[in-house]
């Protein structure tokens, strides 16, 4: 069984940083393919970066060049590393896990498992 187990959440100022950790139990971590989410109040779950298990990466364009998405295999890790944030990043952080993990995907169907969620607050 798969677990996912999100860290690093937080308030910050706009303009600010901070890094996302996913911990990941379970076997055969370097084989799937991860993906971080976010769920603003009031709206429905998007999508935010995904990586392949050959570390490809793929990011919404709100983020790109603002958020990086990493893994350590060794250390059944994927992290979010988020800079220049603003007000609007505001949300619960969710990460994922999906058993293929050849591909990135943004599709929240197509991932098996989830953590709990890590809020981040930005304010302005």
């Known amino acids: 069984q798969v677990q996912l187990v999100e860290s690093g959440g937080g308030l910050v100022q706009a303009g600010g940083s901070l890094r996302l950790s996913c911990a990941f139990s379970?076997?055969?971590?370097?084989?799937?393919?991860m993906g971080w989410f976010r769920q603003a109040p009031g709206k429905e779950r998007e999508f935010v970066a995904a990586?392949?298990?050959?570390?490809?990466?793929y990011y919404t364009d709100s983020v790109k060049g603002r958020f990086t998405i990493s893994r350590d295999n060794a250390k059944k890790t994927v992290y979010l590393q988020m800079n220049s944030l603003k007000p609007e990043d505001t949300a619960v952080y969710y990460c994922?896990?999906?058993?293929?993990?050849?591909?990135?995907?943004?599709?929240?169907?197509?991932?098996?498992?989830w953590g709990q969620g890590t809020q981040v607050t930005v304010s302005s």
């Open positions: 990586i392949s298990m050959s570390g490809s990466t």
């Open positions: 379970g076997r055969t971590f370097s084989s799937y393919g």
């Open positions: 994922a896990a999906r058993r293929d993990g050849s591909s990135r995907s943004a599709n929240e169907r197509q991932y098996d498992y």
